[in-house]
């Protein structure tokens, strides 16, 4: 199994909108409605943002979406914020378990 | 609120074998709601998934690994364990023990990581 790809990086203003995007194959996220997000900052756990393609944990800002086009799905974060500055990664099912290479957002 | 803590040596001799446990609180093991995973990221680098085992002890590893991994559950302990086989450098990452929900197929909470070394 091969990692997802995802931009190594990505940037916006505060108040903006970006679109992470994860691309996999027929064989992972195409295949599947079970793709996962995660955000890391520095030195810290990941914490999970989104599961199932687009449903949101309690507790987790409703500025985070997330969707899914054929054989890549999409992280938006809406309305920008600096604690928004780190890292993400999408994960999807796979018969195991397939994460992307992570991309680094900043908040100019 | 459940809580994942890894726990072992942070110092592996190449060629050995690396051993971590998990030890779970606030949640259980035997929850049939649940698989228990381990997750890896090399200093600098992006995540990977080693695998994760039911509380039946049915386990599925990530296939890069399945020949040097093995990764038990001890329901009496509320622990389970990660065992990678003769390791080398390019093993040293933070090892992640995580609660993986089985419908969501997705680690929904994450133990701190622990730093594994592979150094002689």
């Known amino acids: 199994q091969s990692a997802l790809t995802q931009p190594a990086s990505v940037s916006g203003s505060p108040g903006q909108s970006i679109t992470i995007s994860c691309t996999g194959t027929s064989s992972d996220v195409g295949s599947y409605n079970l793709v996962s997000w995660y955000q890391q900052h520095p030195g810290k756990a990941p914490k999970l943002m989104i599961y199932?393609?687009?449903k949101r944990p309690s507790g987790v800002s409703n500025r985070f979406s997330g969707s899914k086009s054929g054989n890549t799905a999409s992280l938006t974060i809406s309305g920008l914020q600096a604690e928004d500055e780190a890292d993400y990664y999408c994960c999807s099912y796979a018969g195991s378990r397939v994460f992307g290479g992570g991309t680094k957002l900043t908040v100019l | 609120q459940v809580q994942l803590q890894e726990s072992g040596p942070g110092l592996v001799k190449p060629s050995e074998t690396l051993s971590l446990t998990c030890t779970v609180s606030g949640g259980s093991v035997s929850s049939g709601s649940y698989y228990w995973s381990w997750i890896r990221q090399p200093p600098g680098k992006g995540l990977e998934w080693i695998g994760y085992?039911?509380?039946?002890?049915?386990?599925n590893y990530n296939p890069s690994l399945k020949s040097r991994v093995t990764i038990s559950v001890d329901t009496s302990k509320n622990q389970f364990s990660l065992k990678l086989s003769s390791v080398t450098a390019a093993d040293t990452a933070v090892y992640y023990c995580?609660?993986?929900?089985?419908?969501?197929?997705?680690?929904?909470?994450w133990g701190q990581g622990t730093l594994v070394t592979v150094s002689s």
């Open positions: 995580a609660r993986d929900v089985r419908t969501a197929m997705a680690p929904d909470y």
């Open positions: 199932e393609g687009s």
């Open positions: 085992i039911y509380y039946s002890g049915s386990t």
